[in-house]
């Protein structure tokens, strides 16, 4: 099921998303569903709680990573930062980006520490 949304984006924004689609080939309306997709997903509340999940599916939490290409594109745009080329427009992706990492250390520190508590990962002391 989809619900239809619709968005008044700035100026700026909007011509960033369509810079973004341009680069990717892709239409405007699919950019930005991707890119809020990827920064709302790590934080969808109807997921069951850890605590319900099988073994099999918290180990695997706890390795979870980034896509290659988030992952790529994370580097290469905290890259630009650190170097002072970040332009206005990479800022939103950044953004977005650094959200989608950020929730996903997240969900694999609580898989993590569940896994302790289970007894299927040892504790680590610091």
Do not use: F
């Not at 706890?62 to 790529?72: G, I, K, N, V």
């Amino acid at each position: 099921m989809q619900t239809q949304v619709t968005l008044r984006l700035s100026d700026r924004l909007y011509r960033s998303a369509t810079r973004l689609a341009a680069g990717v080939k892709r239409p405007v309306r699919a950019v930005l569903t991707d890119v809020l997709s990827s920064a709302l997903d790590a934080w969808d509340v109807k997921e069951d709680a850890i605590e319900h999940w099988s073994d099999q599916r918290v180990l695997s939490q706890c390795d979870a990573q980034m896509s290659l290409r988030q992952s790529e594109r994370l580097s290469e745009l905290l890259d630009r930062q650190q170097s002072g080329q970040l332009t206005v427009d990479e800022k939103p992706e950044l953004w977005a980006l650094m959200r989608v990492y950020e929730a996903g250390q997240l969900r694999k520190a609580e898989a993590l520490a569940e896994a302790v508590r289970r007894g299927l990962r040892a504790q680590r002391n610091a």
